[in-house]
Each structure stands twice: as structure tokens, then as C-alpha cells.
């Protein structure tokens, strides 16, 4: 098996990333479906490394979406549902803050996701600048879990973006994150998602406003495992087998 990684960067900042767990001989195919999906970029990377030792997940985090009038209140339900699981609203108000300010110190946003105290709100990435990125996860069988989705009526413009980020936060809550959150920064999307093992994965339109080109990720970690969490997250490949 091979992991393909794809990193786009327009005048130094981020602006396109896709993984994919694939065997060798999809790897031509693969590599061209990379190289489109950015926009606009002066700098694209793509990785393949050999993986072995596979893991599987059997299946994903459940899906559901809520549309709200305006991010502010879509940023209520946010508070509200993270509290349900023990994350005080003033933690949360951190974390939105950062993704709708920016969470790179040095400005802009940054390649991987902010690590949080839930409890504190400290900061524990190593590298704040960087973050950590989740990486080598991917379908078992890709064409099969988009034609499920299909099925369950979402629309080809989120297909794709979708069966990304549902895998990454499924990895994500899999390797002991206890909350997620996430929106694009991408400035023409603004759909994002919280994620968590107690509610599942949740799609929240809008979570920022329109031709923003700031966001993230937010993962709330524990800070006494921090070191296997990140190991997991960075290092351990893994397939997810079924949609839930």
C-alpha cells in the first residue's frame, strides 16, 4: 500500500491538502485526481511513501447537519453541544476565536490543527506554527462510501470535501481526541464541522462568514497522552471499513 499526500501553498499559506491510502497501482490515477484539486497555487507538494502495518477502523462516526441563519448562531450550537460533553463555553469561545482570527501566531492559518487543554484552554502543540496534521487515513473503499453518500443525498460540490474530513475526524476521535472542531479555509466555503465521540460528526452551515479565508482545526486532547496522541495521529495508518 502507498500513502499519497498533497500539500498546495499560495504565497506561502496553505490553501490545499488531501490524503489517500491507496495500492501501488492506483497511484497514476491518484496522483492526477491530487494535482487538480486546488485552485490556485504557486507551490504543490505531493508525498508517496510505502505503509505497512495497516489498521482498520470498522466504521465512521455517524453523520448529521444543521443549517442556522447566521455563524453566530450556528457558534451557539457549537458552545452548547461542547458543553454537553464537558468543555466550559469559555474554552470553546478560545477555540472559535483562534480559527475566526487566525491560529497561526505569526498570522494566517496554519498546515496542521491547534491542540487544546480542554480544561485550561492552553495551547499543546509543539510547534504553533505548524500544528499537527492527521495523516495516512483513508476508505477502505472509496467509490463505495461516496456512492452511499450519493444515496443519502449530498449534493457532488461537498462530496469530495465530505469524505475527507469525515475520515479525519473519524481518525481523530478514534485515536482519543475527545472533540473536534473544524471549518475550511477556504474563503468561498463555509460549511465546517464538530466532531466527538458522545455526538458523532456534525455539518454546521455557516460557520464563518462568506469571503473569509481564514479557519482550521481545533482538536481538545488530553494532555497526560499527548505524546501517543500525536504518534497516532501523525504516524499510524489507518482504513476505515464501513459508513456508520
Same mark, same amino acid.
Given at each position: ?8 501553498? &499560495?504565497? %506561502? ?34 508525498? #508517496? ?23 453566530? /448562531? ?18 470553546? /469561545? ?7 482570527? %487566525?491560529?497561526?501566531?505569526? %498570522? ?19 510547534? /504553533? $506554527?505548524? %500544528? ?14 461516496? $456512492? ?19 475520515? #479525519? ?63 497516532? &495521529? ?9 459508513? &456508520?
Amino acid at each position: 500500500m502507498r500513502s499519497v499526500r498533497m500539500r498546495a501553498e &499560495l504565497d %506561502g499559506m496553505h490553501v490545499s491538502g488531501a490524503e489517500r491510502v491507496i495500492p501501488h497501482y492506483e497511484l497514476e490515477k491518484v496522483v492526477m485526481e491530487l494535482l487538480k484539486r486546488p485552485k490556485r497555487y504557486d507551490k504543490i507538494v505531493i508525498t #508517496i511513501e510505502r505503509v505497512e502495518n495497516l489498521e482498520t477502523i470498522p466504521k465512521s462516526l455517524p453523520i448529521k447537519s444543521h443549517d442556522f441563519a447566521d455563524v453566530e /448562531q450556528a457558534h451557539k450550537f457549537v458552545i452548547k453541544k461542547l458543553k454537553e460533553i464537558g468543555i466550559e463555553e469559555s474554552i470553546t /469561545q478560545k477555540a472559535l476565536k483562534l480559527l475566526t482570527e %487566525g491560529p497561526n501566531p505569526k %498570522g494566517g492559518n496554519m498546515r496542521g490543527a491547534v491542540l487544546m487543554d480542554p480544561v485550561s484552554g492552553e495551547r499543546l502543540e509543539p510547534d /504553533q $506554527e505548524r %500544528g499537527i496534521r492527521t495523516t495516512r487515513i483513508d476508505w477502505r473503499n472509496r467509490t463505495a462510501i461516496k $456512492e452511499a453518500l450519493r444515496e443519502r443525498g449530498i449534493k457532488k460540490f461537498y462530496l469530495e470535501r465530505l469524505i475527507d474530513a469525515l475520515a #479525519i475526524a473519524t481518525k481523530n476521535i478514534h485515536c482519543g481526541v475527545i472533540a473536534e472542531i473544524c471549518w475550511s479555509d477556504d474563503p468561498e466555503y463555509t460549511t465546517g464541522y464538530i466532531a466527538s465521540k458522545e455526538f458523532g460528526y456534525i455539518r454546521i452551515k455557516p460557520m464563518k462568514e462568506e469571503h473569509t479565508p481564514t479557519g482550521g482545526r481545533v482538536y481538545f486532547v488530553k494532555r497526560e497522552s499527548l505524546q501517543e496522541l500525536i504518534e497516532c &495521529l501523525e504516524r499510524k495508518v489507518m482504513l476505515i471499513e464501513q459508513l &456508520l
